[in-house]
Structure formats: C-alpha cells, structure tokens
C-alpha cells in the first residue's frame, strides 16, 4: 500500500486465491505443481505450488487498509480504505453478476476527510461495514455504513454527485453512515465480536472498547495501550488479542478489567497478529524488519473461578524465508497454512508443522499426533517382537497367577528336616557348603557296568541337603537319584538324564536311556552312536578310545554329551571340562562338584561360580546365592539386563524381612511392579499381590486409612455398621431392634445423633438395603461381592465429593445407570462424570 509496507489477504471462500495490497490490488491463483512443471509466467510459491496473476486493479489510490467481503455472492468484493477516509468498494473484475454490479464503484465518505486506518466487515450481516478513522474534534472515529443503503432512503440519503472535471462518470456517494460512534477520539483497530451481531470492538486512541449498536449512548472500555491489531479467536468468542510496540495482550471479554495474559515483549515493535483459522489457540505474530515468526499456542485448563493462574503457553518460531516479512496471512482451511510477503513482493507458501506428541500405551501400543490426525503404529504380521518384549511377557504372567501359587512349595521345603535346616533353604548352597567346611572326607565307590572305582565324597547333611536343592535327590534319607532320572526321561532329556546317571557311576543306565532315546521319535539317531562310544570305554590312560574321545567330543552339539566324555577321560581329581561347561545347568554343575570336590574345592568353585552369576545376571545363581544380599546384587544385575521387576518382587519376597524386604533396590522393584499392574488396570492382580505380600511381609500391610466419622462427635462409626450378631443387648441399647443378622444402625454409637438418610430410600444409613422399603430384585443384582456376606457392598456408605450428596451403594448404582445428575432434587451436580476412573473396567474381566 502507499506509504506502508504491502499486505496479503487469502480470499474467505476462495481457498486458491490471495490478493497483494501495495499501491495496487494483484489477485494471484495458487495451483499445485506437484506432478506438473511451472508454467510460465508463474511465481514459485514452494516446492510444491506456484501462483498466476490473475489481475490487477489500479483504481484505488492511496490505499491504507483493505477488506475481502465475507459473503460468496459477490466473491470478488473488496473495501478498500483511503488516506482521505473515504471506503471505496471495488472489485477484481472476476464477478460479473449484475445483481450486484451497482455496488462496484460505491463511495461512502465520511463528514471531515481524515486518514482511515482499518475496516472490518460484519461476520453475522454481511452488509454492515465498519471502519476506523482518526480523531477529528467534531466527528466520530468509527463509522459503521450499509453498502446497500439505496434500498433503504428514508434511514440513509443519497446523493447523486457529478465528479470533478475530466471524470466521465458517475457514482453513489454515502455520506451518513449507519451508526456513529467514538466522537472526539482516534480509531487504530476494529473487530466484529461473532457472538452477537450488535457488538463491536475498537482499539481507540487510549482504550479497548466494546460497543453495542443497540444502545449507542453507552460503551464498555478498559484503559490500555493495547489498542493495535484488535483480533478475536475464532474458536473461543471469548479470547481477544490486541498489541502495543512489542508487547501483546490477551483479553478475556467476560473479565474485561486487565487482560489476562500477556506475552513476551520484544525487542521491536509488532506490525501484525493474527489467530490461526484451522487451530485453536494458535497466535501468530510479526515484528518490524524480522524474518521470524512467533507462533503462540495456549493450551487452557479449566480453572475454578477466580482463579488467578495464567494459560499455559508454549511459545516457538519458525523461518518461513530469508528476507525480512512484510506481513504474512493465515489459509482459511489448510491445516496451518500461510503464506507471507516480503517488501520487494517476493511471496512463499509455508506450513508450520506441529509437534508430535507420542504416547506408549501400557500394553505397548505406540501412538502419535500430530495437528488433527492421530496415528497408530502397527506391528507386522511376521515380526514376533513384541512377544519378545519383557512387559508383554510380564502382563501375560501376571493373567496366568505367576508367583501366587509357591506357598505350598514353601512350606514342604520349610518342613523337610527335622534338623532345624529350614533357615538354610532360602540362605543358598553357598552358606550350606561354608557351614561344612572340614568335616567330609572321601571314599571310593565302585562302578555299576564296570570294573573300576572312584573317589567320592561322603556326602553330609549339608551336601545332601545341596543335592535336594538341585534336584537330584528327594528329601528324605533316600539318597537314590532313580525317580529323578524317570522324570527327565519323561520329559524327553535323555541326554541330561544319561548324563547325570554317569555322574552316579551307573555307565550301564546311562548307556541304556541312550538307547531309549534314539528309538524315541523325539531322540536322534548319533544317541545310539554316543551310547556305542560309551561302550567301548576304557580306564587305559594311553588307550585309542581315550584319545579319540578327548578329540571329538567338542564336535558333539549337546553340551550333556560332550561332559560325559570328559568325565570318563579326566583326571582323577580334575574335572574342569564338566565345572565350566557353561551350557550345562548350574543346578547340575553344582550337584556334580558336591559328589566329587573336597570342602576346599567345592568352596573356591562355588565362590567363583557365584561371583560370575552375580555379574550376569544369571537368575540360576540364586541356587548359589540364596535369598541374601548376594541374592539381591544377583538380582539387581538380572533387572538391570531384562527389566523384569516381576520375577525380582515375587522372588525377593521370600527373604528375609529383616535383611531383604528392608532393601531399597527390593523397594523400589515391588512398588514399580504394584504400580505397573494398576496401569495395566489389574486391580484384582495388585490386590492378591498385595495380600501375598503381606503374608511373608507382615509390616507391609498398611494401616487402615479410610473410615466412616460422624460429623457431629467426629468419631468412627465403621464398627456400628458391622452386621455381626451381637450378645445381649447388642445394638438395642441405640433404639435397634429386628433380625440380628440385619442389625439396623441408624445413629451414631459415640453420641447417639442420627446418621445421613440416602437420597433414594430416604432411610437413615446404616440400614441394610435388604430391609428397606421398595427394595427389589433388581437391587440385589448390585452386590458385588456375589456371596452371601453379612457387610454387603449394596450396604457401604457412598457420597460425592462435590455435593456431598449420597446414599447406599447399591441405590447409587442403580441411580446412575440411566441418570447423570445427582438424585437429590435441585442439586445439578454430574456426580458420576467427575470421577474419570469411574467407567473403568478392571483388565483381566475383559474378553479379547
């Protein structure tokens, strides 16, 4: 525009059509090149659109502000305002409706000529157009006119003025307007408010101020320097932005005293602010001789009333070019969308991209947003990662009752020797051993199938109480590893069970599953191979056989056979090759060392076999370390590598309270684990966690928090509500009579005031549902708890928090099933709809 720097509209209804307002109007075309090249004579907008000149009009001069007409029909509409103050309507020679072609050219001029400074079209009546002007001592700033005034003479006149010579034509000149407002004041800014069609507000030269067109005598202001660029959100009616140099301010209309918000000031002075149509509460805003713009997005909470705190506000720029900004505008339906202008004409179509906000679910589906759209991540068919996936592997425990159903093993391990050996269970094979140390000597034994003999150590209390633990023998003072051997046979590990038949001196049964095996459909047909090399054995030191084997079996692929092997050809004494097979169970590795390491041996190799699984992380360790602070360090390594806090809780609950449970690293696994279940909404599985927990850890379980008080003595009033038959008097002496198993309490028993009557039954509380008046079938549906208990939840005392209002939960139930006001008349109180949890499902009760 003349004088000022250029601006940009977007058409209202033509969303591939802008104008440039400099010293002329240019409306320019937005097509997409997408899959098409630029075509001549086209501006390049980004890489994907370009714009086309469509026309231009030079028949305003002097241009100070222009206006795009809000209605469809003439689309191509434009007030433009002068530096005379005069409001020409003109139009971009796209429309030729001739219902409408007397408006092209009309003047409205205002009594003294004065600079217009702003215009603003009327969004309820498209024909109301008002426009701002400076101050003139003995006329009104803001000037409101009907551009179809000729249809109504008697309220605006006329008159057909000849123009000035050399001026062919001839034109309709308005000179009264419709409303005359702001006498002996300057108008800098002007909005319609879209709430009413009456109400307009003006930045004057010292105030904001709302105007009604109903009573034109009276105006609501409040004093600010704020008076620039007036704007109203469109998505909250309510919510006005207006600026000052390089402050903004946001009002709030229903509390018009002081804005309610106040934004950053910067270093510059602002040329322009304007709401984001597509976005809620996004503002944009522009400073002088900047190629930045900053982007405002105020994210509202309700808040009580009267509350003083600010909107949250996350502020961001974004560089649309290199040069300096103009002025930049809004697409009115393009998801943040703008286009901005440079001083020397140079346009550029930009989107700001939103954030993107991602959200994990707790059962590990991924989301994101970004602007409108919500997406989903979605697995692939074949990728099995997620069953892989330590939480999914976690939930799908707990639905299976893992770590609920160990009590009995406990206790017959607990009972298993009348020696008192019941604390070193949990205290692990490496406090057993160190508790024998010096006390076991060896002795040979005689092979079964075989003309040799071994050393091996006597075994004690404390060795066969190791072996019980690894399962090799049962408790008991049967040492035979017989049934131990048929259960492994059962289960298909016929090279496992060969192997531990070998390690007992009993070549013939290991030779024997062997042969089992390989005539099984599971077993491989090199098991009737081994069980042939195991035949030919030989105690000769410098023996073929001996050679061959110490050869080949690293070549076998299961780690049982290849410990059979060098067994039978190690040294006496020296059994590395079996101790430090690591694919070999350490349950096993242990078992072997008690049978055939001395008490210094089998200390320093469980000592090193402890040290290594505790590094690991190797859950096989707590065999070794027991339920001990060892235990713990084991544990932590083990949480640290998987992240199963499940496994660590149920395990380390089995300690020692005293020396386990009071851990903060066993702390911390429970309470993760607890609340991992409520965000899995397994409500029912952190309860029976919770009650398993307290059974092993009495001083876990939690004081009663909650209770019933009378509001006059203040006292609890829980135990008045039992229903358990009482001796004697019982409850009589409070004025009770009736069945003992359905005791009715209708007072307090501290001071005997009456308790709350439920806003349903309208009988005092305490009374079993049961004995009320009007009780139905369908009230017996609400009980919960399913079995015939004497304090039944339909009994329990309910009421809101907001209203205090309440009753019987089995009369609220029902209440709020087809309602959601509270049941007390006049009360408009949506009890139900304040407590967000309240239509939860717990998880685990819902079908997949």
């Not at 050393?455 to 408790?475: F, P, S, Y």
Request: aromatic letters at 8%.
């Amino acid at each position: 525009m003349s004088g000022t720097k250029p601006d940009i509209l977007w058409a209202p209804h033509q969303v591939d059509r802008f104008v440039v307002c400099d010293s002329e109007l240019s409306l320019y075309h937005v097509e997409s090149t997408v899959n098409s090249e630029l075509k001549a004579g086209s501006l390049r907008l980004s890489e994907d659109s370009a714009a086309t000149l469509l026309s231009i009009n030079s028949d305003t001069p002097y241009m100070k502000c222009v206006a795009w007409y809000l209605n469809y029909d003439p689309e191509c509409l434009l007030a433009v305002g002068q530096a005379n103050g005069r409001v020409v309507l003109t139009s971009l020679g796209q429309d030729h409706n001739s219902k409408f072609k007397d408006l092209i050219g009309k003047e409205f001029v205002p009594k003294h000529a004065r600079q217009c400074n702003t215009l603003a079209w009327n969004p309820l009546d498209s024909n109301w157009l008002a426009a701002g002007l400076d101050k003139h001592r003995a006329d009104f700033s803001v000037l409101i006119w009907d551009i179809c005034s000729k249809y109504t003479p008697d309220i605006v006149p006329m008159e057909k003025v000849r123009l000035s010579a050399g001026e062919t034509e001839t034109t309709l000149l308005v000179t009264k307007p419709l409303y005359e407002l702001g006498q002996n004041d300057a108008c800098l800014s002007l909005c319609w408010l879209p709430r009413d069609q009456k109400l307009l507000l003006a930045g004057m030269h010292r105030n904001l101020a709302i105007f009604d067109l109903r009573n034109t005598s009276q105006k609501m202001f409040v004093n600010t320097k704020a008076v620039q660029g007036v704007t109203v959100d469109p998505y909250f009616h309510d919510r006005v932005a207006s600026f000052y140099e390089g402050q903004v301010a946001i009002w709030d209309l229903r509390k018009f005293e002081k804005p309610v918000l106040t934004l950053t000031e910067q270093p510059k002075p602002l040329t322009k602010v304007a709401w984001c149509p597509t976005r809620t509460g996004l503002l944009a805003t522009l400073t002088r001789d900047s190629n930045i713009i900053r982007l405002y997005d105020m994210q509202h909470t309700p808040t009580p009333i009267g509350d003083e705190t600010e909107p949250t506000i996350i502020e961001r720029s974004v560089q649309p070019c290199d040069n300096y900004i103009a002025s930049f505008a809004w697409h009115p339906t393009s998801q943040n969308r703008m286009i901005v202008l440079t001083p020397n004409r140079t346009m550029s179509d930009f989107t700001v991209f939103e954030r993107i906000s991602l959200a994990w679910s707790p059962i590990t589906s991924l989301m994101w947003a970004c602007g409108r759209h919500l997406y989903e991540c979605a697995e692939e068919e074949n990728d099995n990662s997620l069953e892989k996936d330590i939480a999914t592997k976690m939930r799908l425990r707990a639905l299976s009752r893992y770590g609920l159903d160990t009590e009995q093993y406990t206790e017959d391990m607990d009972q298993k020797s009348p020696g008192n050996k019941g604390s070193l269970v949990y205290a692990g094979i490496k406090s057993i051993v160190k508790s024998s140390l010096g006390m076991v000597e060896s002795s040979r034994h005689s092979w079964s199938g075989l003309d040799k003999q071994t050393d091996i150590q006597n075994l004690n209390e404390e060795r066969i109480l190791a072996l019980q633990l690894c399962g090799w023998i049962k408790k008991g003072t049967d040492l035979d590893v017989g049934p131990f051997l048929n259960s492994l046979v059962q289960e298909g590990e016929w090279e496992r069970a060969a192997a531990v038949a070998l390690f007992n001196l009993d070549i013939r049964r290991a030779i024997q599953i062997l042969n089992e095996g390989a005539s099984s459909e599971k077993g491989g047909l090199n098991l009737n191979v081994v069980a042939m090399a195991l035949s030919g054995y030989t105690d000769e030191k410098n023996s073929l056989w001996r050679e061959m084997c110490s050869t080949l079996r690293l070549q076998l692929n299961n780690p049982y056979l290849c410990v059979m092997f060098a067994f039978l050809t190690s040294e006496t004494g020296s059994y590395d090759g079996v101790l430090y097979e690591n694919k070999v169970a350490v349950r096993d590795r242990v078992a072997f060392a008690c049978k055939f390491l001395s008490d210094s041996q089998l200390n320093r190799y469980i000592e090193k076999l402890t040290n290594e699984m505790k590094e690991a992380g190797n859950l096989e360790g707590i065999l070794l370390t027991g339920l001990t602070k060892d235990g713990v360090d084991l544990m932590e390594s083990y949480v640290d590598r998987t992240g199963d806090v499940q496994t660590a809780s149920y395990c380390m609950l089995q300690g020692s309270p005293l020396d386990v449970l009071k851990d903060e690293r066993v702390q911390y696994w429970i309470e993760n684990y607890r609340n991992l279940l409520d965000a899995w909404r397994f409500w029912h599985k952190r309860a029976e966690f919770d009650i398993h927990r307290s059974k092993l850890d009495p001083s876990s379980k939690p004081l009663a928090q909650v209770f019933v008080s009378c509001n006059f003595c203040g006292k609890s009033i829980s135990y008045s509500c039992s229903t358990v038959p009482h001796q004697g008097r019982g409850f009589s002496q409070y004025g009770v009579s009736g069945s003992p198993t359905k005791s009715k309490v209708t007072s307090c028993p501290g001071c005997r005031k009456p308790l709350p009557r439920c806003a349903l039954c309208l009988i005092n509380m305490g009374t079993p549902v049961s004995s009320c008046p009007g009780g139905s079938k369908s009230d017996e549906k609400v009980d919960l708890s399913k079995d015939k208990k004497l304090a039944q939840f339909n009994n329990w005392f309910t009421w809101c928090h907001n209203c205090r209002h309440g009753g019987h939960a089995g009369h609220m139930l029902s209440w709020f099933r087809d309602h959601a006001e509270c049941p007390v008349s006049a009360c408009t109180c949506k009890c139900m709809q304040l407590d967000t949890t309240g239509n939860l499902v717990p998880a685990e009760t819902v079908q997949p």
